[in-house]
């Protein structure tokens, strides 16, 4: 890998570990202002909605600029967000600012990837991406549940200099080549460009069920998190920061599952891991019948073993006919559209049960067998394709 490469990498780092210790500084501040528990997937909600709305023109603006100058201005607005809820901004629309800025973020985070290295590094690159996206979700879990347990404001201070030190680095990524300027730059035209961007993908075989895929993953992965959080109180008697730390051994087995995906499987292989999914939905099942942390701990690290495996190599495969079809900032916009759509009506669905006072394992049950049927269609939709 080359030096810059390894530049992106700690901004990437840096501003994910914000991102992460932030939700739970931010779940700490709502429970400190004593708001219902439906806030809690509701806040998720309030972050996500942007990567929907802004879709068709963050992808054109990452590739119309170098992205390394993007990532910085995407990481300023992350500050913004921060430091308002520092100030007394409510958590939620605090956290909504944020969420602009991490809408902006990623199209040029992962789009740069292909403009950094050649394909066949993709699949070892995105392991390294979501290795340290991982950590990054371990670190801030347990950093942002800890500060915020004890001081949600001390957290608070310390997350936006986190941000601070992000954009530093975000400075000193290689400035490239504009990837896939647009022709025109008024909505009306970037609406058109982004909906031709979506046709592109989705009827592209490959690139509809690595879409299907990562939008499931990323949906799934961003309500288990509060599943488990909730699951972890109610069965386990945990509070937050212990919950936290469970959190933690689940982002431990996806760093490993990405390891071995990024070690193993090659980017022309990638649809072969689409098994590894329909397994960890069923898993996701068994957790309801768990009494004990030490079973907790293992079945958890597995099923993040599993879903590391399954989605680096199609997230790798999702970027390489992106940058073919459309353009790197293009493809990842189109991506994030999709995976935020089924974040927000997922982590929806699970707001619904909270308040209809589900209990917490048929939840868990219900997450399961969901996820299962999902990736078990997907594997057979791509079996009949080809």
């Not at 995105?126 to 950093?143: P, Y």
């Not at 400075?171 to 080549?177: A, F, R, V």
């Not at 460009?193 to 979506?198: A, G, K, N, P, Y």
């Not at 390489?320 to 982590?347: D, K, P, T, Y």
Request: hydrophobic share 55%; glycine share 8%.
């Amino acid at each position: 890998m080359c030096k810059g490469f390894y530049t992106l990498l700690t901004a990437q780092f840096l501003s994910a570990l914000a991102d992460n210790a932030l939700l739970f500084a931010a779940i700490a501040l709502l429970a400190k202002i004593h708001s219902p528990d439906w806030h809690t997937p509701l806040l998720q909600q309030f972050f996500v909605i942007s990567y929907i709305v802004l879709a068709p023109f963050v992808g054109s603006f990452a590739d119309a600029l170098p992205k390394g100058r993007v990532m910085f201005l995407a990481n300023a607005i992350k500050f913004i967000g921060s430091l308002a809820m520092l100030l007394g901004m409510p958590p939620l629309y605090a956290y909504g600012i944020v969420g602009i800025g991490a809408a902006a973020y990623s199209p040029a985070k992962y789009g740069i990837l292909t403009e950094l290295l050649p394909p066949e590094k993709l699949v070892g690159a995105n392991g390294w991406m979501e290795g340290s996206t991982v950590i990054a979700i371990i670190l801030g879990a347990l950093l942002g549940g800890s500060l915020a347990s004890h001081d949600p404001y001390f957290a608070m201070i310390f997350i936006t200099l986190l941000y601070l030190v992000a954009a530093i680095f975000n400075i000193y990524i290689p400035k490239l080549p504009i990837d896939h300027k647009l022709p025109k730059k008024n909505p009306a035209f970037m609406l058109y460009d982004f909906w031709q961007s979506f046709k592109a993908l989705w009827t592209d075989t490959r690139g509809q069920v690595s879409l299907a895929v990562t939008t499931l993953f990323w949906g799934a992965g961003a309500t288990l998190r509060l599943v488990v959080i909730a699951w972890a109180a109610s069965t386990l008697h945990f509070g937050l920061e212990q919950a936290t730390q469970l959190m933690a051994i689940l982002a431990v087995g996806i760093a490993a599952g990405s390891v071995v995906a990024a070690s193993y499987i090659k980017l022309e292989e990638s649809t072969k891991v689409l098994p590894a999914g329909i397994v960890m939905g069923v898993l996701v099942i068994i957790m309801a019948f768990v009494q004990h942390w030490q079973l907790a701990v293992v079945l958890l690290f597995i099923i993040g073993a599993l879903a590391g495996f399954f989605v680096v190599p199609l997230n790798a495969l999702l970027q390489h006919r992106g940058h073919e079809l459309i353009g790197a900032g293009h493809s990842i916009a189109v991506q994030n559209f999709n995976e935020h759509i089924g974040i927000l009506l997922m982590l929806g669905a699970y707001l619904l049960m909270v308040k209809a006072e589900l209990p917490i394992n048929t939840i868990v049950i219900v997450f399961g067998v969901f996820v299962s049927l999902c990736m078990t269609f997907i594997h057979r939709r791509y079996r009949y394709l080809n």
